[in-house]
């Protein structure tokens, strides 16, 4: 199969990116393994007090369904169900599960998303145990409910959203409480970083006594925030949030009977006694990071940027890498909403078509900025310090080109 451009990923940055492309006049296709398109956008619901009051709703699968459908009726050839597992420059893409194996490509973009990281701990691999993202899944695009009573553990915006999510369809969540204190968790049992990690999901519901306590925790007030909350007075939609209790272990014989919670102090040592609760389901959060392993094998530099999310690949400004013709474009760039990835893939789609001798739909440097709009009007903020990390990688990738001499140069 001969194609202008092979997208990778087919969700909000790969379907955004591929009708932007198709109007410019070039052929597209989209790969991906999962069975059908939309990516992550397929479980997301949630209300987005930053949109016009018409648009507040974010129903993640109307959404994709929408984005298929003006993909497909530009022609864009959407492949689900196919693995993706070489990418080599030419471009020459390699698959699994597909009748034809082969596609070539003058382009590529890599839209691979983002992965859960593993939260282990005492009871973990217990049959009702899922991870945020799989709960997610469940509740949202098959309607499924993981428990009857539900536990969250881990305190960041994505286990708020999906506690939310979850108590919305009618799962009775107990709480959301802290992950145990372990060299694995590092920051995830810090009662500090739980409390600042709640302040940016606190638009998902309004919330005064979260907003104070957000912003408590950016300033010199912080340590007496947490100290505060040693009592139970967090409650997001009646969900209680208790950032000075940590989930110790998860019991049960056969299956998931019940948690052990126990209080922390305010570093996230555990103190005092042990707590049992009965539930039937865990639902573990421990963030994501950005899938980086098809840039690798593309041969595009990576560089390691915690403020993204952890190892990246080097991009610059208009999501080109150090592989000629190679895209990215999402998660895979670093952990931010669908909003962003949206707008990132259109820009990618634009630089691509301008590489190509195409004219795009809108000049790059208004697809730069719809990229920092998106940004400032996304709803949720997964990780804290992303200015500083596209500042970093800006420096980075200034510092490649002034080194670049041929393209091993490109080579960090």
């Known amino acids: 199969m001969n194609v202008d451009v092979a997208i990778i990923g087919s969700g909000p940055a790969g379907l955004a990116a591929s009708i932007e492309l198709a109007e410019s006049g070039l052929s ?5 393994e999962y069975y059908r398109p939309g990516g992550r956008l397929l479980g997301q619901r949630y209300e987005d007090p930053k949109a016009p009051e018409t648009e507040r709703e974010w129903d993640g699968m109307k959404l994709a369904l929408e ?28 698959l699994g599960g597909a009748d034809e194996k082969t596609v070539h490509a003058k382009a590529v973009l890599l839209a691979t998303g983002a992965a859960e990281r593993a939260l282990p701990m005492p009871g973990w691999t217990l049959p009702g145990v899922v991870s945020v993202g799989a709960a997610q899944t469940f509740t949202n695009l098959h309607h499924v409910a993981i428990g009857k009573s539900v536990m969250v553990v881990g305190v960041d915006p994505l286990a708020i959203s999906v506690a939310l999510e979850m108590k ?4 009775n969540v107990v709480g959301v409480a802290m992950a145990p204190r372990s060299p694995m968790t590092e920051k995830l049992s810090s009662p500090s970083h739980a409390l600042s990690q709640l302040a940016k999901a606190a638009d998902l519901a309004p919330n005064p006594l979260l907003r104070l306590m957000g912003r408590l925790a950016g300033g010199r007030l912080g340590k007496m925030a947490v100290h505060a909350l040693r009592w139970p007075l967090l409650q997001i939609e ?7 209790k940590a989930v110790a272990r998860i019991e049960g014989e056969e299956s998931v009977e019940a948690v052990i919670l126990q209080s922390v102090s305010a570093n996230g040592v555990p103190t005092g006694r042990e707590e049992r609760v009965e539930v039937d389901a865990v639902c573990l959060s421990a963030g994501l990071y950005p899938l980086i392993e098809l840039a ?32 990215v474009a999402g998660n895979i760039t670093g952990i931010e909403g669908a909003k962003v990835a949206m707008a990132q893939g259109k820009l990618a789609a634009v630089s691509i078509a301008q590489a190509m001798g195409k004219s795009p739909t809108l000049p790059k440097e208004e697809a730069i900025q719809a990229v920092k709009r998106a940004r400032a009007l996304s709803p949720i903020r997964f990780l804290p310090d992303v200015e500083q990390g596209l500042a970093k990688m800006e420096r980075l990738w200034r510092e490649a080109w002034l080194s670049k001499e041929g393209d091993e140069a490109w080579r960090m």
Do not use: M, N
């Open 296 to 327: 690798q094998v593309a041969g595009c530099s990576l560089v390691q940027v915690p403020e993204l999310g952890g190892v990246v690949p080097l991009y610059g400004s208009d999501l080109s890498t150090t592989a000629d013709g190679l895209y």
């Open 67 to 94: 984005l298929v459908e003006q993909a497909r009726k530009r022609q864009v050839e959407i492949r689900c169900g196919v693995t993706v597992w070489s990418v080599s420059p030419g471009w020459k893409i390699e």
């Open 238 to 244: 009646g969900i209680p949030v208790d950032i000075r």
């Open 168 to 171: 919305h369809a009618g799962v």
């Open 28 to 32: 597209v296709v989209i790969l991906d």
